[in-house]
């Protein structure tokens, strides 16, 4: 339709143009690059910037000049400023306008198969443009999405099941309960299997992200997650688009960590407690037994004035040096440096009539506060090739290289036995570095131990120079695809992409390393009557090697229908695609190790040897392992939609995927995923021509996306081992899966409303969605007399709900001179089991852990709290529960009577939902001049955490405390003043578990944070006739908390845990 | 039209490419290499043969403390009211054995015979139907009646899988289309398995003797249980005498050597339930009272334990751990047992002189003479409980004796209460698991 038009308007302006003569005014138009739409109200001034004339609402404009060829200037709002040159002797004269992009609507929607104008989706799809992501200034593309896109939560708590999730993101909240928890990630139109990390932020033009079945499910079985479609930056076919440069750098600092985010007690309190246990028998397990193992310094002070080694006064000055040190401080100071990146890009597109091509280079360099140094170089070309008006050859090479390399130790590795001290001593008076035993315990090394061994001692301030762990990841990224236009409203088009990722890393420990000394060592056989020593781990370095590869291949052909007739269009595709993802790996370690001159030495992987100094039963590990998996699909895909006076759409599409996952059962059954979905554009009704009213569409679509586990094999799994007593060769079927597993089928209903008022002062749109994850996988019951090896099989039998809604809404406050634009972002999500088959427990008391795991309790949220009713302490400092609707410190019984009887039992209470109902942000801008400044407040309500607290078997175990513990019961009187029982030894079983469980600790988790301001500074300028754009911009992220539910004013997201630092950018863009 | 014709070249190889294997460390079990290599995992095929018909028998009792010492169910089974239990059981155990039996016959449909393999073939197969034939003869002894060719029509039996899918619903057989199945499976295995084998783990075809033998007793066909232990006799005869050191040792905390000469094919009873555990069993004192002074198993299958009962130690397994496979000692009891009741008493006697003349003090030793038919059956039945207990045979001896005119009954005597099983009670068909009968809706036996 659209292209009609131009056509018409063409030929029309190539009467008029050459109905003029002589020195009459003589017409040109302008255009816009992109939609090919005319411009009204462009400026033209002449070089000098002398005012000329404005185009009319048609594009056009009329100059009349003394001579000719004359310079122009065009501008206009939303185009780059342009200076062409105007000759009479080129007629027609157009001008294209590039577009500055930042209004989503004018965005193209990009699937990965398809390109659509934002009137041909119904579909809920949300499109995040360069501007949007240039708001934050992370080195990963994900990360530049975090707070400023509907529907998208990125989570603060750790990854649980790192097999079945990678990313850390949901869209719209969870769709499975066994599932794969990741999105589907799409780069330039393929699935990306890489590490994202790799993908250079600065070489993006936009994220597409695909939110409902109807968007989705063009995707198939992989989609039911979402899907984030990345689009790279690349050339434009115009008539003359000189090559455009821009340039990027970056640098960003972080805060050093602040360990005093960590509690720990005092040296005294914490050597007090110590001493207390070791003379309460706590460590006679180890001084008295297992004597080898290590203990922590006061501990070992303790123990070597017990055993008459040192004098009381040796004793009490060891002490009194202990309490002297500051653990925390030492540390930070040996070890931190302050976090720093920079990142340098350069991008070079340009294009022609015939060709364009893209050429963008990336460096990322980054050290972490512990010196873990990161480099990575990012290479993309683009080009495209027209070589005649129907062919049109694509080229696109993208390669990463990424360097990592390890640094010091981390603070939470520096324990002794698992225990964490606060009086960690690194150097001593006269600045000799402290050795550490860690695991092991001097005493006992220096006895029985050293006389033919390595020493034993551990170096935190040297050893990790001889220790490395270096990694090096290799992309390569190619696609290539062949467009040929077989009608006037049809294309073929072929394509294919190949991914290789290799990563290779390689643990070196030197000879001189702790870790090399210690396997030494562990191996050693030194005979007791001769001396001799025996090397079962030879002497030297040891060096790991893991190698790991992930390679694929997407073969795709698929036809592109685009045909108007009147006020009919439709524009579809259908389409076919084999798909190939090989993992490779293999990993081996070499003994004896030495670089220079190189060699290794052979070791025993078959004898058990027993160890030193634990006697256990070992062999040296590191024998050469192999792993392959290759997952197979084959696709068939169709998607359509027809547009009538562009107001009213309807589009469809169907997939089909099988895969070398499902059995031949699965394979073979026609069981497509599909959508359907309409849209009516309500502002174009002549009946509803509201002048206010630019925009107001109505959408609605239902479909069908799938979830896999590209572990799950139709297959039974047989293991290899060897028959009992006979030894012979045999295969155990340790694991069956039901022939008839499939993927799993998220269904999603969604309502949407894209509005926009007052020539686009209000504008924003409403998605509502009902979310039914069915078919999930699931452990279930099943008659085993078919396999008596176990009573459960993951069968597809869960099922979950999840709804919501995803709101934006942009609001220009103040358009003038001074631009105040406030952005805001508001998402609801809640979810719940539906259906599922819990073999031992299905009540609330599930929900008495973090509420990080996903428990599925049918009717309840999948991620949960409860808590135990609480009761207060009793007048022995011990907490008290509900038993039989009586106080009790009865844990156990407590903990029964909940399992059973759930919140029947009044024991327990549940909460609610772990995760957060309801979240978004609120994004500011304001524009004056040249400068713009933006700051994004976030928000997350709606849900509960547990507060960490004092349990004493940690505080006893590993040194763990919190803050409560000055709170502590510590006499009599005391239970009507606090709720931190008080400090025991021995403990009552359960006591501490079910303070921490209990219901006190469950606070509100509603919280709001600065999530980042980022100021700067736009300069266009003039060069040697060209326009130069350029950037100077400014960021500062995490700037915390401003605003908490709970009274104490703790960080539900990061309790008592390291927040994230504080980060500061500074960058410069240039653009010409 | 280019679409059409990718579209056609495409999918008939569409099975080919998504045929490969996932992952390349997963064995797909489809060649007769890997097929014997399932059958060759000894603790899934050779050790699963049911023992909670011992748990249910008459040869051990508990004493109060260790009866307190055992879970609910554990309990419930000793006195036969084991009506609700669920995952893990004997049942299962013997079903996935089953499971594996089916897996190899379902692959080896996929496989072609050529001359080239056909012994390999052959012997993979039989031995596949061996394996399933023995776990349902071992589960038909323990979950149903026993065999009453007047009820055997009617009388529940047990699932009979007949492939390895896994999504095929269970259904109860009758008790005679279960015999009429582990028949089958028998006398097809019989013509496929070769004579000797590699390992008696491995079943030969006087292993296949011995269960035929076995299977015929328990249904009352006593010709052809003759007929097949005399079959297994023929190629092996050959006894332990327990006056020598050989392969035998009373000496040791486990007398009996493994693989001894008498077994001709070796398998064990389950070891999960801890009633009939080393821990807890205790020889029926009356059954221990049986035993002359000059019988040397009396020294050989029992331990004085301080509390001045015996626990059992005479298994062929030389350990803990229950002997249930096929030995020539039960083929001459078999044999003796069938020729008597064919009314070939003397041939019964000479079968059971020569057993006991390996199990007694050759000094003292005296063959016994009868002459009454009738007597020597009773002597060879008596014989048969003392010479082959912990062997899984005792709750079918028990059912098919009384079926044939015996009056065993069992009685357990706890502090608090006695329990007695009577013959003929329905109890003799031990319950099914709940779960399973839940989740596949067979009926469970009654009570």
Known sequence: MKALMCVLLFFTTLLTVSGQTGKAPLQGRILSAGTQHPVEGARIDDINGLHITVTDNKGYFNIAAREYPVSLKISSMGHRDTVVVFDPTQQPFTVYLQEIINQLQEVNIQTGYQTLKPNEVTGAVEVVSKETLNQQTGTNILQRLNNVTAGIRFDNQPIVSPDRQKLNVSVRGLSTINGNLDPLVVLDGFIYEGDINNIDPNSIESVTILKDAAASSIWGARAGNGVIVITSKKGAFSVDSPTSVSFNSTMIWRNKPDLHQIYQLDNADFIKTEEMLYHNGYYDWIVKGLDYMAVTPAIDIFDRRCLGLITASDSAAAIQNLLLQDGRAAYADNFYTTPFSNQYSLNLTGGAQRNTYGLSVGYTGARNENSVRDRKINLQLTNSYRPTDKLQIDLNVLYTRADNESGTPAYESLSFNGKRVPYLQFTDQIGGEIPFFMDYRQLVLEDRYASGFQGWAYYPLSDYRNAKINAVRNELYATVAVRYKLLRMLDLNTSVQYQQQTVDQINLYQQDSHYARRYINQFTEVDPNTGAVKYNVPVGGIKDQDNARVSSYTARSQLNLNETRGDHRIVGIVGAEIRQILTEGNSFTAYGYNDDPLRTAPVDHVKTFRINPTNQARTITGHPLYSRRINRFVSLYGNGSYIFKNRYALSGSIRRDGGNIFGAATNDKWSPLWSIGGSWDAANEEFLKWEFMDRLKFRTTFGYSGNVDLRKTPDPVASITTGTYTLFPALTIGTINDPELRWEKISTLNFGLDFSVFNGRISGSFDHYIKDGRDLYGLTAFDYTAWGRQSTVTKNVGRMEGRGWDITLNVKNIDRVFKWDTRYILNLNRNKTVEYYNTVNSGVSSFLSNGNTITPIVGMPLNALAGFRWLGLNEEGDPMGMLDGAPSTNYIGINTQSLYEGEDSGSIVFYGSAKPQIFGSMINSFGWKDFSFTFNVSFRGNYYFRKPVTSYTSLFSNGTVYPDFEERWQAPGDENSTDVPGMQYPLKSNRDSFYGQAEINIHRADHLRLEYITASWHKGLMLGGKQINSRLYGNVANLGLLWTANKKGIDPEFAYRLTPPTTFSLGIQIDY | ?447
């Not at chain 2, 280019?2 to 060649?31: G, H, I, W």
């Not at chain 2, 996929?110 to 776990?135: C, M, V």
């Not at chain 2, 398995?193 to 035929?212: D, E, F, N, Q, W």
């Not at chain 2, 005498?241 to 389950?270: G, H, I, K, Q, W």
């Open chain 2, 1 to 447: 039209m280019l679409m059409c014709v990718l579209l056609c070249t495409l999918l008939p190889s569409c099975e080919k490419y998504l045929n490969v294997k996932s992952d390349a460390r997963l064995v797909r079990p489809d060649d007769l290499e890997s097929l014997q290599q399932i059958l060759d995992a000894s603790q899934n095929m050779n050790f699963n043969i049911c023992a909670y018909g011992e748990v249910a028998a008459d040869d051990y009792f508990l004493k109060q403390a260790s009866f307190n010492s055992l879970a609910d169910e554990q309990k419930r089974a000793y006195v036969w009211e084991n009506y609700v239990y669920n995952f893990n059981n004997d049942w299962a155990r013997a079903y996935y054995t089953v499971f594996n039996a089916n897996t190899v016959l379902d692959r080896l449909g996929q496989i072609e015979r050529t001359p080239a393999n056909s012994a390999t073939f052959d012997a993979i197969k039989g031995a596949a139907l061996y394996f399933r034939a023995l776990q349902y003869l071992s589960l038909v002894w323990t979950y149903a009646r026993a065999y009453n060719s007047g009820t055997a029509e009617e009388d529940l039996g047990i699932v009979l899988r007949t492939s390895a899918n896994f999504n095929d619903p269970s259904s109860r057989s009758s008790v005679a289309a279960s015999y009429t199945a582990i028949l089958a499976d028998l006398k097809a295995a019989e013509d496929l398995v070769p004579a000797s084998t590699a390992h008696v783990m491995r079943p030969s075809k006087s292993a296949v003797y011995g269960s035929l033998a076995r299977t015929y007793l328990s249904m009352a066909r006593y010709d052809s249980a003759y007929y097949y232990s005399n079959a297994l006799l023929q190629v092996n005869d050959q006894l332990l005498d327990f006056n020598e050191n050989d392969d035998m040792n009373s000496a040791v905390t486990y007398p009996f050597s493994r693989f001894n000469r008498e077994t001709v094919f070796y398998a064990e009873l389950t070891t999960a339930n801890p009633q009939i555990g080393e821990s807890n069993l205790r020889i029926d004192t009356n059954l221990y009272g049986s035993y002359s002074d000059d019988d040397l198993r009396k020294v050989a299958y029992f331990r004085l334990n301080t509390d001045g009962y015996r626990s059992y130690r005479g298994s062929y397994s030389s350990a803990n751990r229950m002997f249930g496979g096929i030995a020539t000692n039960e083929m001459y009891l078999i044999r003796a047992e069938c020729a008597a009741r064919m009314g070939k008493a003397a041939e019964a006697l000479k079968d059971l002189n020569i057993l006991l003349k390996h199990r007694f003090r050759h000094d003292t030793f005296q063959p016994l003479v009868v002459d009454n038919d009738q007597e020597v059956l009773t002597l060879i039945l008596q014989e048969r409980r003392k010479e082959l207990i912990f062997r899984g045979l005792r709750w079918m001896d028990i059912k098919r004796l009384n079926e044939t005119g015996s009056s065993i009954r069992i009685e357990r005597k706890l502090e608090d209460r006695e329990y007695t099983l009577m013959p003929g009670d329905n109890r003799f068909a031990l319950p099914i698991p709940d779960d399973v009968i839940k989740l596949s809706g067979m009926p469970q036996n009654p009570i």
